[in-house]
């Protein structure tokens, strides 16, 4: 089993900045990937950006060149800096570790944690 905590989670005004991190334990296995995904209300979980233990990344569109992902393979943690933070970032911010084998893969994920964006 893994374990995901999530933490960074805040209220912050338009165009301000914010650090998502994520610490993982259990069984992490050697190749795996990490990743953020996002639920606004209303609205399906989508993807946000994730990030391969040998450093490839993804980004959604509406986060690209905002929103950057990194990780602390030494820790199991990952961090998602969001700067320029707009009203349509709001959402609550799950964090995802993929342990990836040759026939499947198997998701884990974290409780959530609520980031609003509002003046």
């Known amino acids: 089993q893994v374990q995901l905590v999530e933490s960074g989670g805040d209220l912050v005004q338009p165009g301000r900045s914010l650090r998502l991190s994520c610490a993982a334990s259990?069984?992490?296995?050697?190749?795996?990937?990490m990743g953020w995904y996002r639920q606004a209300p209303g609205k399906p979980r989508e993807l946000v950006t994730d990030?391969?233990?040998?450093?490839?990344?993804y980004y959604a569109n509406s986060v690209k060149g905002r929103f950057t992902i990194s990780r602390d393979n030494g820790k199991n943690t990952v961090y998602l800096q969001m700067n320029s933070l707009k009203p349509e970032d709001t959402a609550v911010y799950y964090c995802?570790?993929?342990?990836?084998?040759?026939?499947?893969?198997?998701?884990?994920w974290g409780q959530g944690t609520q980031v609003t964006v509002s003046s």
């Open positions: 995802r570790l993929r342990n990836i084998m040759p026939t499947r893969s198997d998701d884990y």
């Open positions: 259990g069984s992490i296995f050697s190749i795996n990937a």
């Open positions: 990030m391969s233990n040998g450093g490839s990344t």
